[in-house]
């Protein structure tokens, strides 16, 4: 099943593709969907960022190759960190070079997206508060990331989480990868299997730390070969069995 935010004129509704057309949804589809009735081709609605997270958690250096290329001992437990929503934007919308960075990077990363509010949850539990999972690209200013005694400032800026461009319910991360590339060259692919800490393990550590709450959602970690990108690139994360998320840069 693939869930869709979108925006008809005023109104922004949660959504099911269906072919080419798009059935609304009454509200966010977190434990199961209520349609409308309402039905609407997919070319007449502008799809958006596909939740509204009340946080992002993401987990740093959770592949071997990107720990090693940034001179990083591997974690013995996830590294969590968190970005704002105010970072998130949609498939096409733009990405944009804040003056205080010259060394903006591109991070890939698979994303989850919480169906119900979590605390405590097991590895074995976690599934069933995985609502699905979505494209992800941790935009980074690595300079700032390594001058300040923190990440926060490096992973923040407005446009720093593009997101989409929808949450697919029905994916086995364990048989996928995840890519990237600039103007159409390649920059980092990986199998998601590679992962230090799986897709389960790292959402029932985070939920051991902190209540999840429906729509947020939790960033995985990025394979090697992050790579700066600039004004006039065109940035593409794919994850096989989702989809491509695409942002100009400007």
């Not at 590895?123 to 926060?152: C, H, K, M, P």
């Not at 980092?188 to 730390?209: A, H, K, T, V």
């Amino acid at each position: 099943m693939r869930i869709v935010r979108f925006q008809l004129e005023s109104e922004v509704s949660f959504g099911l593709v269906e072919d080419q057309q798009v059935v609304q949804l009454a509200q966010f589809p977190g434990i199961s969907p209520e349609p409308t009735g309402q039905v609407f081709d997919i070319k007449d609605v502008t799809l958006l960022a596909p939740v509204e997270p009340s946080k992002i958690v993401c987990a740093g250096l959770n592949y071997t190759a990107h720990a090693a290329e940034l001179d990083q001992p591997l974690p013995t437990e996830p590294l969590v960190f968190l970005k704002p929503s105010s970072a998130i934007i949609a498939s096409g919308e733009t990405i944009v070079i804040p003056q205080q960075s010259g060394q903006v990077e591109l991070e890939v990363e698979l994303a989850m997206v919480v169906s119900q509010t979590a605390k405590n949850v097991s590895v074995e539990d976690a599934a069933d508060y995985i609502l699905g999972y979505t494209i992800a690209n941790d935009v980074t200013a690595r300079d700032l990331q390594f001058s300040d005694l923190q990440w926060a400032r490096s992973k923040a800026f407005d446009t720093f989480c593009p997101l989409g461009p929808w949450i697919e319910t029905d994916l086995d991360f364990s048989k996928q990868y995840v890519e990237s590339r600039i103007n159409g060259e390649l920059r980092q692919r990986e199998g998601i299997d590679n992962m230090i800490f799986n897709p389960l393990e790292l959402f029932s550590y985070i939920s051991q730390n902190m209540t999840l709450n429906p729509q947020d959602v939790i960033l995985t970690g990025s394979p090697s070969g992050i790579s700066k990108i600039s004004r006039g690139d065109l940035v593409e994360c794919e994850i096989s069995g989702i989809g491509v998320l695409s942002n100009p840069v400007a």
